[in-house]
């Protein structure tokens, strides 16, 4: 399946089921939510896509960006996104395998000493454990990352990610 | 003028290496055994030895390198044989400092005021009409076990690199007379705040005067003390505009909270005409040095690295930071960010 998000498409070959889901929930005005859902065999996929370098962005939009990244208001927005998602999902019957949360930033500038900084802070962030730090009887979530461009295509090679615009090119307008 | 390229052949780690340098910072990185001690202890020793006759270069090698016996021959890249010939170039401009030396000498002594070379002594003369001032901080902070150590180093064969020395003979250097320079006296003020004091000297003895008092070197957090001798060398004019600064991982027992204060400090240095080497292995100070360059300041990395095929050390230049190839401490990070993502994802990463 391909799911397209502005100018970000990734294919999932083995999705068994998917949709966009922060634009169609139909509760945006009391939960926020996750941009893909995805289902796979084993887990579902709740996938968050980030494209400061969009064509249509313009500087201001891209440093409000990068100041969001690095003040840690984008972690809490992440936190967030996932709870009411996992709410949301939970109470519409569909939590009956594991929750993986990815989140695909793609900025070039942002190298693998940020990824790990982003991906540790996000994993704080979210309820991997319980209290005193033990396991769930069952998971709020299981794993968590943070992706560039790269990173994304070197961890899931069967999962392409792209760019529909590159970055610099004029994208014909808003799809 | 600035140390404009240095050439060294069968010199330690090196078979060959040419290297322009940057007239403001050079960063080197590379894996430990890769030759960035050595390369700013030749180009240190290069500037020594423009400011006095009598302190040759090759005395001064001998002194800062510890050779078994102080014989430049153990220099001698081992790989070149027992024929091997070292050679050390150093440019300045037009002026060009040479030192070569054999693994067989004719001449074998211990004392470090005669070297074991073969080769005639280089020809200081045109090299010292313009001396360098420079300064070479070692990775091992020497402020806190200073009483003393200048007397005993002069008196006795103690085994200590005489980096050691020299950087207490600059620290103990009373202020300079007059008013310091406005970017000069931002620097004093941004380094008083972060060690929470000044320094004063006492006897020998170093100390932070503080709002909580007069605190001995020895009891401050190792980083404080690197932190205050920068203090001190900017406070006394050691590093005046034309001066070189040479500084082995300055990040050594600093918190990284404090990386922002040093690399301001060093691009603020640069803009005033101190050129600067810096050997590092560490991310932050390679990208608060990133972040915080400006399109003027002048920053070269230079990436020490061992060819596969060979072995040899090579170099790779880069004007900034995302260019710098192979860059190992980055090659790091994406290893342990590998690693972490698949164990966080349990097979779904590859």
């Avoid at chain 1, 990824?115 to 979210?126: G, I, K, P």
């Avoid at chain 2, 400011?51 to 090759?58: E, T």
């Avoid at chain 2, 972060?194 to 006492?202: I, N, Q, S």
Wanted: hydrophobic share 35%; with cysteine; proline share 5%.
């Amino acid at each position: 399946m391909t799911f397209t998000e502005g100018n970000l498409e990734i294919d999932i070959a083995d999705a068994v089921g998917g949709r966009r889901f922060e634009d169609q929930h139909g509760l945006s005005h009391c939960m926020k939510a996750v941009d893909l859902v995805v289902e796979l065999p084993d887990r579902y996929l709740y996938i968050e896509l980030k494209d400061p370098q969009h064509p249509r962005a313009t500087p201001k939009s891209r440093g409000e960006f990068i100041e969001e990244l690095l003040s840690g208001r984008l972690d809490e927005a992440l936190k967030y996104k996932h709870r009411y998602s996992f709410l949301y999902e939970w109470a519409s019957g569909r939590a009956d395998k594991p929750v993986d949360y990815l989140v695909l930033i793609a900025l070039n500038t942002l190298d693998e000493a940020h990824l790990v900084t982003r991906t540790e802070a996000l994993s704080r962030a979210l309820p991997q454990r319980g209290p005193d730090g033990q396991p769930w009887q069952r998971d709020i979530v299981g794993g968590c990352g943070v992706f560039n461009l790269e990173s994304w295509t070197r961890s899931f090679p069967d999962y392409p990610a792209s760019r529909l615009v590159a970055p610099g090119q004029r994208d014909g307008g808003a799809r | 003028m600035a140390l404009t390229r240095v050439e060294l052949e069968n010199f330690t780690a090196f078979r060959s290496l040419q290297l322009d340098l940057s007239p403001g910072i050079n960063v080197l990185v590379g894996a430990n055994g890769t030759g960035k001690t050595h390369l700013m202890k030749v180009c240190y020793a290069g500037c020594e030895a423009s400011r006095s006759p009598v302190d040759d270069f090759a005395r001064k090698l001998a002194a800062v390198f510890l050779p078994s016996g102080h014989r430049l021959k153990r220099l001698v890249r081992r790989e070149s044989g027992a024929d091997g010939k070292a050679t050390i170039r150093i440019c300045r401009g037009s002026l060009t400092l040479e030192q070569s030396f054999a693994s067989r000498p004719r001449l074998v002594s211990l004392r470090p005021s005669t070297f074991a070379s073969d080769e005639p002594e280089p020809e200081i003369g045109e090299w010292g009409h313009e001396p360098v001032e420079s300064v070479y901080i070692p990775v091992k902070e020497m402020l806190s076990n200073a009483p003393g150590f200048r007397s005993l180093y002069a008196k006795r064969e103690i085994h200590f690199e005489e980096t050691y020395r020299d950087v207490l003979d600059r620290a103990y250097l009373p202020a300079l007379r007059g008013p310091t320079d406005e970017r000069r006296e931002g620097l004093l003020t941004g380094l008083q705040k972060a060690v929470g004091g000044r320094v004063l000297v006492e006897n020998e003895e170093f100390f932070l005067r503080s709002e909580e008092g007069e605190i001995e070197f020895s009891l401050l957090a190792e980083g404080v003390r690197k932190l205050a001798l920068l203090w001190l060398l900017i406070r006394n004019g050691t590093l005046p505009s034309g001066s070189v600064l040479f500084w082995d991982e300055p990040e050594t027992n600093l918190n990284p909270k404090l990386f922002g204060v040093v690399v301001n400090t060093l691009l603020e240095l640069q803009r005033a005409d101190v050129q600067e080497f810096l050997a590092t292995h560490d991310y932050v100070i390679l990208k608060e040095l990133d972040l915080r360059t400006t399109t003027a300041d002048q920053v070269a990395f230079h990436a020490l690295y061992r060819q596969e095929e060979t072995g040899d050390v090579v170099c790779g230049s880069a004007r900034s930071y995302r260019s710098i190839a192979p860059n190992t401490i980055a090659d790091t990070f994406a290893d342990l960010y590998d690693r972490e993502t698949k164990r966080s994802l349990r097979g779904l990463a590859g």
